[in-house]
C-alpha cells in the first residue's frame, strides 16, 4: 500500500499540471452533466454519453489496435440505434468513420513497429485499378458537386483497408473462436430484438417523434393481395427495415459457418451457436422481406450442401454433419411451433404474404418479376442515359445524396436506375461496370482457391461462408441494387472477412504443426 502510494505520488510530482488538468476536467464534466440531469436535457445527457463512449474506444483502440476493432463493429453496428432517438445526428453517422480512421492508423503504427503480419492480397491489382478509375470519376465534368463523388468514393472503398485488418486480426485459432463469438452474441442481441419487435409493432425500439429522414423507413408494412392480411416489417436497432435485413444476410453465413465449425472441431459454444442459428431463422422469417426469406433459404441450402462436400469423409464427419443439420432443423421447426402457439398472427400474416406473393402458383405471384425481370428492366434502363459510355460521376446516384444536396446545396442530377449494375453504369459508365465485374471475378476464382485448400479441414465451414457471402454482395445483391454494397455494415464485413479468409490457410498450418510437435519438445506457438 505504501509502495502504491509512493508510486502516485511520484507521478503527480512529475506531473502536476497533467494531474490537475484531469481533476479539473473531470469536474466540469460532472457538473455539466449534472445541468442536463437538473434541466431534463436526457437528449444532451445522451450526446454526452456517446462522446464519452467514443473517447473510450478511442482510448482503447490505442491501447490495443486488435481490441478497437471489435469496438469499432459493436459502434458500427448499434449506431443506428442512437440516430433514430436523437433526430438523424450526421455527427453520429459519420463517427463510425472516425473510429475506422483511429483503427487503420494503430494498425499502420503497429505494422511499422512489425508486431503483426500481412499479405497481399491475390486480386490487389484489379482493385487497385478500380479504386484509380473511382478517383477520376470523382471529377467527371457531369457531376454538379465534387461532394458527390467525395461521398462516393467514401461509400465504394473507404473499408477496404479491413481487408488487411482481417487478415492480422486472426493470428491464431483462439482468435478465430473469439472473433465469431463477438459476433454470435451482437446477433443474438440485435436478432431477438428484431422478433420481439416484429410481433410487439413499431411502438417498440422506435422513438414516439422521429426525424423526416427516417420516419417512413420505421414504419413499413407488407399487404398480402389476396388474404389482405398485413405485417410490419420489422427495423431492430436500425433505422431502416433494409438495414435490419441486410444485417441477417450478413449474420446468417456467418452463423451457420461458425456452427459447421464447431461441430468439426470443438464442443464448447455449440449450444450458443445452435441457439442463434433458430433465433436467426426466425428472425429472417419474420423480416416480412421477401428477399430475406428467399435468400436465407439459399443460404441454408447452399451451406449445407458445401458442408457435405468438404467434410473430412474419411474421419467420417460427413455423417456428424448431417446429422447436425436434421438437428438444427428440428431447432428451427420447434421455434416456428412455438411462435405459432405463443404469437399466431405474427407468423401467419408473414406466411400468407410469402405464400401469396413469392408461389409460382399465386395469381399474384412476384417471385419470376422481382426476382429477374424488374431488376434486368432497371439494368437495361441505365443505357438510356446519353452517358452511359462514361457516367455522371461515382456518387451521383448513391445513398447520401439527399444530404449532400441539403447541406452543401448541390444540385441533384435526377439520374439513376435501381439496378446495381445499371447504377455503376449511370455512375461511372460502362467502364465501371467492366471494372467492377473483372474485380469481382478476381475475388471470388482467388477466395475459391483458398477454400478448396481448406476442405476436409474443420475451417473450411467458415472459409466457404465467407466465399458464399462475397459471392452475394458482389454479383445478386448488387445487381439488384448498389444499395446492397453501398450499406456501410454490409462493405465492412465483406473486407475483414475477405482478409480473415486468406489467413486461414495459415492458421490451418499452424494448427497441424502444433499437433505433429512431439510432446516431450515445447511447442511454439505461432504469432502474427
Known amino acids: 500500500m505504501r509502495t502504491l502510494f509512493t508510486l502516485s505520488s511520484s507521478r503527480f510530482r512529475r506531473g502536476p499540471l497533467t494531474s490537475v488538468g484531469i481533476l479539473v476536467a473531470g469536474a466540469l464534466a460532472a457538473y ?184 417512413a423507413l420505421s414504419n413499413l408494412y407488407r399487404v398480402a393481395p389476396v388474404s389482405g392480411t398485413f405485417a410490419y416489417r420489422p427495423t431492430s436497432i436500425f433505422v431502416s427495415a433494409g438495414r435490419y435485413a441486410n444485417f441477417i444476410a450478413v449474420a446468417w453465413p456467418l452463423v451457420l459457418g461458425f456452427s459447421g465449425y464447431l461441430l468439426l472441431h470443438h464442443k464448447r459454444g455449440r449450444a450458443l451457436a445452435f441457439i442463434v442459428v433458430t433465433v436467426t431463422a426466425g428472425g429472417a422469417f419474420l423480416t416480412a422481406s421477401r428477399g430475406s426469406f428467399m435468400w436465407g433459404m439459399i443460404n441454408a441450402l447452399a451451406t449445407s450442401v458445401a458442408f457435405i462436400w468438404g467434410a473430412p469423409w474419411r474421419q467420417g464427419e460427413a455423417l456428424r454433419a448431417l446429422r447436425a443439420m436434421q438437428r438444427v432443423g428440428v431447432g428451427i421447426g420447434l421455434a416456428i411451433a412455438l411462435l405459432f402457439i405463443t404469437y399466431p398472427d405474427a407468423l401467419l400474416s408473414r406466411l400468407a404474404i410469402y405464400q401469396e406473393t413469392l408461389t409460382p402458383n399465386s395469381p ?113 445483391a448488387t445487381f439488384g441494387g448498389i444499395m446492397a454494397y453501398e450499406d456501410f455494415l454490409l462493405n465492412a464485413y465483406l473486407w475483414l472477412l475477405l482478409g480473415i479468409l486468406f489467413r486461414l490457410p495459415t492458421i490451418l498450418l499452424s494448427e497441424q504443426s502444433a499437433a505433429n510437435t512431439p510432446a516431450a519438445q515445447p511447442q511454439r506457438q505461432w504469432v502474427g
Open 364 to 476: 399474384y405471384s412476384e417471385l419470376t418479376y422481382r426476382g429477374w425481370d424488374y431488376p434486368v428492366q432497371n439494368f437495361l434502363a441505365a443505357f438510356n442515359y446519353e452517358r452511359w459510355p462514361y457516367g455522371y460521376g461515382i456518387g451521383t446516384t448513391s445513398l447520401g445524396t439527399q444530404y449532400v444536396a441539403r447541406i452543401f446545396g448541390a444540385q441533384r442530377l435526377g439520374v439513376g436506375v435501381e439496378s446495381g449494375y445499371g447504377a455503376l453504369v449511370v455512375e461511372m459508365g460502362i467502364g465501371g461496370l467492366v471494372l467492377w465485374i473483372v474485380m469481382s471475378l478476381s475475388i471470388l476464382v482467388s477466395a475459391w482457391r483458398v477454400v478448396k485448400r481448406l476442405k476436409g479441414s474443420p475451417l473450411f465451414p467458415v472459409g466457404f461462408v465467407i466465399f458464399w457471402y462475397a459471392f452475394f454482395l458482389l454479383f445478386p
Open 32 to 215: 455539466q452533466l449534472a445541468q442536463y440531469v437538473i434541466s431534463g436535457d436526457f437528449a444532451g445527457l445522451a450526446y454526452v454519453g456517446l462522446a464519452t463512449l467514443g473517447g473510450l474506444i478511442v482510448i482503447g483502440t490505442v491501447n490495443n489496435w486488435r481490441g478497437g476493432v471489435y469496438l469499432f463493429l459493436t459502434w458500427l453496428l448499434f449506431e443506428d440505434f442512437a440516430r433514430k432517438f436523437l433526430g438523424n445526428n450526421m455527427a453520429i453517422y459519420f463517427a463510425k468513420d472516425f473510429l475506422a480512421l483511429v483503427v487503420f492508423i494503430c494498425f499502420l503504427a503497429a505494422y511499422r513497429r512489425r508486431k503483426m503480419t500481412t499479405f497481399r492480397p491475390p486480386f490487389l491489382v484489379p482493385l487497385l485499378i478500380f479504386i484509380w478509375f473511382g478517383a477520376l470519376q470523382v471529377f467527371n465534368p457531369a457531376s454538379t458537386s465534387i461532394w458527390y463523388g467525395l461521398m462516393g468514393f467514401k461509400m465504394f472503398f473507404y473499408y477496404v483497408p479491413l481487408v488487411f485488418i482481417g487478415y492480422a486480426l486472426l493470428n491464431s485459432e483462439v482468435e478465430l473462436r473469439r472473433f465469431f463469438t463477438v459476433n454470435l452474441v451482437l446477433a443474438l442481441i440485435i436478432v431477438s430484438l428484431g422478433v420481439a419487435q416484429s410481433i410487439l409493432g413499431p411502438s417498440f425500439l422506435n422513438p414516439a417523434v422521429q426525424a423526416e429522414d427516417l420516419r
